[in-house]
């Protein structure tokens, strides 16, 4: 039998797969067994009530789709007093996803979300950061290290920081992250994409531009997690176009030490299931005791100094 | 307590999936329990087949048409209008189609109702359809004004008429369908005491009316609605629209709090 559990981040997970944050709610519990994930992830929270993007809110693209749903929230008090009674009986470790615009604020609804139930803390820095002309936190490591200080400051739950492909940086970002205190990273966020309709010239999302998702940006970000994971020494979770077994274990060979699936679950609500049990059926036909094992075991002859493994590949 | 799964994706074998006219579609597949358990006014979500470009992404949402538990079969009806319905057409019985559902909640027959009025049109009246089983189970009449362009087009009449219900039919090609006509048709039947709710889907200018007289009246009613998916669960939040409630403007998903609404609440 292979030992599924995995340590990420403060918390120790019966298996290595969860849902990506904003693809996960109360309704998936008619098609799949929630007991059977590794942990939970829930939609971001923001202080405030907010309505959401103007619609369409996602419109297909080849191997994936754009999304600009714009974070609609009940707002945290809705959050404490409704979804985290629903999750308490449930076996997996919740994770909360927050996001805020500022700095103060995140650290705020840190504070507020450290409640009994809360397994850890997940911060979207890839939203806007108002005090830098909406830019994300996690586009440069400055401001990455500067929220993730006041986070760490509002909180003793593990945090996760959630990182954005959108940066040239990332690996520099991750460390940032990892020095400012976070306990893991979440790699990644959507990639920053756009639509047009021919028949009507418009753009097909209503916020114009919105964030690409699914198989079709696997490759890039299985390479974010390989560059990253060799930056930091904290646990990388992979996240990004993970769809079946297969891809779970290229993004654990990579470096992750634990999965998201996302729009996966979109397709296929029990995407999730199938790969828990086709990675244990993976190991069990390769003699792989531990899935932890696989944990960055590729294998890169050119790459044994790290300081190598993230720069330029030569021109 | 065991869990136990109540919406399912499926590889459902294509028994039937012939053309109804010019442009409507009759699909039958063969399905499992939990699949045959849909009530009316919910829907599937279908891993639509490529048409010889490109595989849609995403599922696409369709309301059933029939659920037979006794002959296993899942039947729907749909218009050849995107990349999605024309996958579907190019479905040969023998072929599979990934089903997944039943999703959303249904329509609501309470049982101290006796007389319930359908309005449907076009597409809408394939989502109305399991109304006329559910109803002739629990003894309530039915009157059916079913509307769409032309005569050929309204393919549920005879499924409702095999139920017992009385059909009125109207269409564009006869100049009957217009809102007014409509109108008139429904204040005899609330005069006659023959319409305890109302129960509609496919034309905002058709709900206007009902919500109009629904409101006069103090009638219940509902409201089947449309809107593009993603998920089908609740989960991602795409499919949302705004509903006035209490003066107030909320935000629901179609996929999750419907596609059946309360008529009053819906703005078409």
């Known amino acids: 039998v292979t030992n599924l559990s995995v340590q990420v981040g403060g918390l120790s997970l019966s298996n290595p797969v969860m849902p990506a944050s904003g693809t996960f709610a109360e309704g998936l519990h008619k098609a799949i067994d929630f007991d059977r994930l590794g942990a939970f992830v829930t939609k971001t929270i923001t202080r405030e009530l907010r309505a959401g993007n103007p619609l369409p809110r996602v419109v297909e693209s080849a191997g994936g789709l754009i999304n600009s749903i714009g974070i609609p929230s009940k707002g945290v008090a809705h959050f404490l007093e409704n979804t985290l009674a629903n999750f308490a009986q449930f076996a997996p470790p919740l994770v909360v996803s927050i996001s805020a615009p500022t700095a103060e604020e995140f650290a705020k609804l840190a504070a507020d979300v450290t409640q009994p139930g809360v397994a850890a803390i997940e911060a979207n820095i890839s939203c806007p950061n108002i005090e830098e002309d909406g830019k994300a936190f996690a586009m440069r490591a400055e401001s990455t290290a500067a929220v993730v200080r006041h986070l760490r400051a509002a909180t003793s739950l593990p945090l996760w920081v959630k990182l954005t492909p959108n940066t040239g940086d990332m690996p520099e970002v991750g460390r940032a992250a990892e020095e400012a205190g976070a306990d893991a990273l979440v790699v990644a966020n959507t990639i920053l994409a756009m639509a047009i309709d021919l028949q009507t010239f418009k753009p097909c999302l209503g916020n114009v531009m919105g964030g690409l998702s699914g198989p079709a940006i696997k490759p890039i970000v299985l390479r974010q997690v390989y560059q990253c994971s060799r930056a930091v020494k904290i646990p990388v979770i992979g996240c990004g176009g993970i769809s079946n077994t297969e891809d779970a274990v290229e993004y654990m060979l990579a470096g992750a030490s634990a999965v998201q699936v996302g729009t996966a679950t979109f397709v296929q609500p029990a995407a999730m299931i199938s790969i828990i049990d086709g990675l244990n059926e993976f190991c069990r036909r390769r003699e792989i005791a531990n899935v932890s094992d696989l944990t960055g075991a590729v294998i890169n002859e050119e790459s044994d100094d790290p300081d190598l493994a993230w720069v330029a590949p030569p021109q | ?268």
């Not at chain 2, 079913?146 to 393919?155: I, N, T, V, W, Y």
Request: hydrophobic share 40%; charged share 20%; aromatic share 6%.
């Open chain 2, 1 to 268: 307590m065991e869990w136990s799964p109540t919406v399912v994706a499926e590889l459902a074998p294509i028994i039937a999936n012939s053309a109804i006219g010019e442009e409507y579609r009759h699909l039958v597949v063969g399905c499992g329990g939990t699949a045959l358990k849909a009530r009316p006014g919910q829907f599937f979500q279908l891993l639509c087949p490529s048409s010889g470009g490109e595989q849609p992404f995403l599922r696409r949402p369709m309301s059933v048409y029939a659920a037979d538990p006794i002959q296993g079969s899942l039947e729907f009806f749909y218009k050849v209008s995107g990349r999605g319905t024309r996958g579907l057409a190019s479905l040969k019985v023998g072929d599979v189609l990934d089903v997944m559902g039943p999703l959303g909640a249904g329509f609501t027959l309470p049982a101290t109702l006796r007389h319930i009025v359908v309005v449907g049109r076009g597409a809408g009246l394939a989502t109305l359809a399991p109304l006329a089983k559910e109803a002739s189970a629990q003894a309530i009449s039915v009157t059916a004004i079913l509307s769409a362009r032309r005569p050929d087009h309204l393919f549920s009449a005879r499924l409702f008429q095999s139920h017992g219900a009385e059909i009125i039919a109207l269409t564009d090609q006869e100049s009957t369908s217009g809102p007014a006509n409509v109108e008139r048709i429904l204040r005899r039947l609330i005069l006659e005491g023959r319409c305890d709710a109302l129960y509609t889907c496919g034309s905002s200018r058709l709900l206007r009316v009902q919500q109009r007289l629904a409101r006069e009246f103090d009638i219940p009613g509902q409201v089947a609605m449309e809107q593009q998916m993603a998920c089908g669960l609740g989960l991602c939040f795409c499919c949302v629209k705004e509903f006035n409630v209490g003066g107030k403007i909320v935000h629901r998903r179609v996929c999750w709090e419907g596609p059946v609404f309360d008529m009053k609440e819906a703005l078409p």
